[in-house]
């Protein structure tokens, strides 16, 4: 008893405060209801029936650890004389019997409840004559409508507690595959995409470069004052290549880019430099106190900006200055490329804007915000304000984490498979089986007061 005893106050202490709560409050109120009504309707045995409703008051609480003892437990309070605690009864054996397992040995224990119920209620009845078969049968019926028939349900809606978590592995594991159907064909249309580019522009570019490398050659003999801007073609095509191959990197093996130390001030000043040799008169101004530890998404937006910003004011703006400026601000980079009205006037552009689409598309899923437009004096700014640390998955990341806790992890047997209407359609059957149990419940409880 002792043991007993230490156990049930450390599971206690383990328990959870809200379950407690619950459990205190369900058993003082069936002690409540158990004991108010002996005042007003007397008995002749009043300990009796005290007892009685302090023992099924214990019962509440018991379900939880002892299910089994908690319905062997029912027996006393069937062959009772409080029907008040009778009346709790079938949901006390509800719900312990749904924590009994397997249901071999549920049946057992509530077979073996009804029967004790029946024979104890014998004994009882037997100590002032002997039963008559009406009483028989009346225990008899009590024991089914009070035990039998709540531990039918109770069980049912048990059983319907692994397929809803069935239910709910099997709906991961679909969308899991989902996922990964998806990405396998975004793979694949990837890979073909890869292929063609490497194909075709690979092929073409591989010629320019070739091209051109003669073109510096014969200018260097015959013109030298073309061989800069030979070279600077050659140069170009070559930077052309190492991206379509960065590309292709990114389309093939579905990661990041290798950016190397693009974003950092000395490829920006890169970049400005092969546009003065392109002749512009460009310049950089880095605003910043020291290198910046930036994300490298971060670093490879601010090179796309200041690359887009450039070849823009080259192509609809030769001649005008260009001022291209790195502002560190902390939490977030500011990247501007500003330049000035053409010195001649010249027609609006026949560009599509595909460039800076792009490039809002990239700062967005950066959490940053890009500008594009004329200025009031004249000119065109693009500008850029992009966080250091942007708290957004990669660009290139598609598949999220897994669906559940492991769930998902194994595709159900064909004998598994069940739907919401046959859960509904259980659950429904398990309420219609407590039908005649509360239509007996509610007779006792009026044959009571009207006794």
């Keep these: 008893m002792r043991r007993e005893t230490t156990a049930v106050r450390n599971a206690m202490r383990t328990a959870p405060r809200r379950t407690v709560v619950i459990e205190s ?3 003082g109120l069936v002690l409540l209801c158990s004991l108010v009504p002996l005042p007003l309707i007397p008995s002749a045995h009043p300990v009796g029936v005290a007892v009685m409703g302090v023992w099924t008051a214990l019962l509440v609480p018991a379900r939880r650890r002892y299910p089994a ?7 006393p309070v069937i062959a009772g004389e409080n029907v008040w605690s009778t009346v709790v009864v079938p949901c006390v054996v509800w719900s312990a019997v749904r924590r009994i397992t397997p249901a071999r040995r549920a ?8 029967v004790g119920a029946v024979l104890l209620s014998i004994a009882v009845q037997s100590l002032s004559g002997l039963p008559t078969l009406p009483y028989l049968l009346a225990g008899a019926g009590v024991a089914a409508l009070f035990i039998l028939l709540p531990a039918l349900s109770g069980m049912v809606l048990g059983h319907r507690r692994p397929l809803k978590g069935l239910l709910r592995e099997r709906n991961a594991y679909l969308e899991q595959t989902r996922l990964l159907t998806d990405e396998a064909a975004r793979m694949e249309e990837r890979a ?3 292929a063609e580019m490497h194909d075709l522009l690979g092929h073409r570019i591989g010629l320019i470069s070739v091209h051109a490398g003669a073109l510096q050659l014969a200018a260097e003999r015959q013109a030298p004052p073309l061989a800069p801007q030979a070279e600077l073609l050659r140069t170009t095509a070559g930077t052309a290549m190492d991206e379509l191959r960065g590309i292709l990197g990114v389309l093939r093996h579905q990661s990041g880019e290798d950016i190397g130390e693009r974003g950092t001030r000395e490829s920006l000043s890169a970049l400005v430099a092969d546009s003065r040799n392109a002749g512009a008169d460009a310049e950089l101004h880095w605003n910043a106190t020291g290198a910046t530890d930036a994300d490298a998404r971060t670093r490879q937006a601010v090179h796309r900006v200041t690359r887009e910003g450039l070849t823009n004011a080259l192509k609809h703006a030769p001649g005008a200055p260009v001022r291209v400026t790195f502002q560190d601000e902390g939490d977030t980079v500011v990247v501007a490329v500003v330049n000035e009205a053409p ?3 010249r027609p609006p552009g026949d560009g599509n804007r595909s460039g800076l689409v792009g490039l809002q598309e990239r700062i967005n899923l950066l959490g940053g915000a890009l500008h594009a437009g004329p200025r009031p004096e004249g000119g065109f700014v693009l500008s850029a304000r992009i966080p250091v640390r942007p708290d957004v998955p990669p660009v290139y990341a598609t598949s999220p984490g897994p669906v559940s806790d492991g769930a998902g992890s194994r595709p159900p047997l064909s004998t598994e498979v069940l739907t919401w209407p046959r859960l509904l359609g259980g659950g429904c059957a398990a309420l219609l089986v407590l039908l005649p149990t509360v239509s007996a419940t509610i007779a006792l409880l009026i ?4 006794d």
Excluded at 107 to 114: D, E, K, L, R
Aim: charged share 5%; with cysteine.
């Design 25 to 27: 409050v369900l058993a």
């Design 69 to 75: 003892l908690t319905v062997l437990g029912c027996m």
């Design 107 to 114: 049946w057992a224990v509530v077979g073996a409840s009804a």
């Design 192 to 194: 073909r995409i890869a």
């Design 343 to 345: 010195p001649v006037p």
């Design 447 to 450: 044959m009571a007061v009207l």
